[in-house]
């Protein structure tokens, strides 16, 4: 029987988009909408790097809100970690 073959290494990018996956507003490191706060907590970039864009998107061509508003709108929000009863 032969050894299955091993899956390729991910990329950066894979693995980016992957995490994507999880993608959510955050509770917690919420400025605005949270949505910053919850592109730092799935990915490998902090939130301040995401509010940075923002702002450089808002600045150079105006679009900045807009795309945050969108992703606000449909992003779905954090669930509510409850703790375990005794």
């Known amino acids: ?5 091993p899956a390729p290494p991910k990329t950066g ?3 980016f988009f992957e995490s994507l996956r999880s993608f959510h507003r955050s509770k917690t490191d ?3 909408g949270g949505v ?8 490998p970039l902090p939130a301040w790097v995401y ?3 923002f ?4 600045i150079s061509f105006g679009v900045g ?3 945050y508003i969108i992703l ?10 409850q703790p375990e009863q005794e």
């Open 13 to 15: 990018t894979q693995s």
């Open 36 to 43: 910053c706060g919850g592109l730092g907590e799935c990915t």
């Open 1 to 5: 029987m032969e050894d299955p073959i």
């Open 65 to 67: 809100p807009v795309l």
């Open 51 to 53: 509010r940075v864009v």
């Open 72 to 81: 606000w709108a449909c992003v779905p929000e954090a669930e509510d970690v």
């Open 30 to 32: 919420c400025q605005i």
């Open 55 to 58: 702002l450089l998107l808002l």
